[in-house]
């Protein structure tokens, strides 16, 4: 079976029961112990996780498949609220032919300074990013050769480079190619300045890519574009969420209705709202209803529930006669279960069953029973 909150609030109640701690448990204890329960046993996890890198089943739900960040041009990114930890990270250029993939058509141009000039960045075009090895001979650029791609560039970019003395030199985009994945590596930002770097050779070498900070990444070079990344996330802590159900204390906001036959009703059951039970005497004077006195409080009615009557009951005419719940009688309130909005726990039963063992230690504590706290701490271990 799958547990919802409302079968581990049961089932807590039931195991306190038995092991003498009153099991008239109110819901705010119980989302407070449940709570402390769940980050205990994630905690417990995620300890055998750091310590062996093995992802058991109960932390697998929290790891996310493979997310793409979209790096911006700040080279920094600011890590999702919901991140515990980084489990894997790869980058990569962007697909889709926006990497250069060959240049053609050399313009070398004249009055250049000889000489060879590496990671020269390329200018022009509609990308940014990439750069190459420049050889002067002859004062004229003899060869281009690609040392990073760069993003965002169409065929046929004309791009040139700044080198020293002469002018006019240009060469073309031919091809472009998708997505060029890079090995990544990680400097901790205590060994920032000696290990972060700008310069990389594309596209195989492992280079430093990002560094990690409490609440961002910061990546090297600023113009990777895109990365992925695998994080385990934070639980979501369930929640058992409720109405307040009980006997109708007082009514109002009373509409009269038309075309009702006049006189006066008594007993008359009351239809609608989320309770059952409730009489009352109703009053119709100039063919609506003037007055509704209850004489049966029913059970299980909400502030807010709007009733009626059946016409058939106060004289067999008349439509549109309603009245709304305003009070509850305070001593009759309880707490009824509200699937819909409550956060249903995402464990599975064992790990619900654990969970439990665990809340009840916190309800032992509270109890101060120490018959509880050694069944409970004998239970959790049973369970590892």
């Known amino acids: 079976m799958a547990y919802t909150i409302n079968d581990a609030f049961n089932l807590l109640k039931d195991r306190a029961g038995t092991r003498g701690i009153s099991s008239n448990i109110t819901p705010v204890k119980f989302n407070r112990w449940w709570n402390s329960a769940e980050l205990k046993f994630f905690n417990t996890m995620y300890d055998e996780y750091s310590r062996k890198q093995t992802i058991s089943d109960s932390i697998s739900k929290w790891m996310s498949d493979p997310i793409i960040l979209n790096i911006p041009a700040s080279g920094n990114f600011i890590f999702p609220t919901n991140l515990l930890h980084v489990d894997s990270m790869s980058t990569f250029l962007p697909g889709a032919g926006t990497a250069i993939g060959s240049l053609n058509t050399l313009v070398g141009g004249n009055t250049y300074t000889n000489g060879t000039y590496t990671n020269q960045a390329l200018t022009g075009g509609a990308g940014t990013g990439a750069t190459a090895t420049i050889i002067v001979a002859g004062n004229t650029v003899t060869s281009v050769t690609l040392t990073a791609l760069g993003i965002g560039y169409a065929v046929n ?228």
Do not use: H
């Open 157 to 384: 970019d004309i791009l040139s480079a700044t080198i020293p003395a002469g002018s006019g030199f240009t060469i073309k985009v031919a091809t472009l190619v998708g997505t060029v994945a890079y090995k990544v590596k990680r400097v901790e930002k205590q060994r920032l300045a000696a290990n972060l770097s700008s310069q990389y050779d594309a596209p195989s070498s492992e280079f430093p890519i990002y560094t990690q900070f409490s609440t961002s990444f910061q990546f090297n070079p600023l113009n990777l574009g895109v990365a992925s990344m695998v994080m385990l996330q934070k639980p979501v802590w369930s929640v058992w969420t409720y109405t307040l159900q009980g006997y109708i204390n007082t009514l109002t906001g009373l509409v009269g209705g038309s075309a009702y036959t006049n006189g006066t009703y008594t007993n008359v059951p009351l239809t609608g709202g989320a309770g059952t039970g409730a009489l009352a005497t109703v009053v119709v004077s100039g063919n609506a209803v003037t007055s509704v006195t209850i004489t049966n409080q029913g059970t299980l009615y909400l502030t807010g529930d709007v009733l009626s009557a059946l016409a058939a009951n106060i004289g067999g005419t008349g439509t549109g006669f309603t009245i709304t719940v305003s009070s509850l009688v305070q001593g009759s309130l309880r707490p009824v279960y509200d699937p819909v909005n409550s956060i249903q726990p995402l464990w599975n039963d064992d790990d619900i069953s654990t969970i439990v063992d665990l809340a009840l230690f916190d309800a032992g504590q509270a109890s101060r029973d120490q018959e509880a706290l050694s069944f409970a701490q004998n239970a959790a271990k049973s369970q590892q």
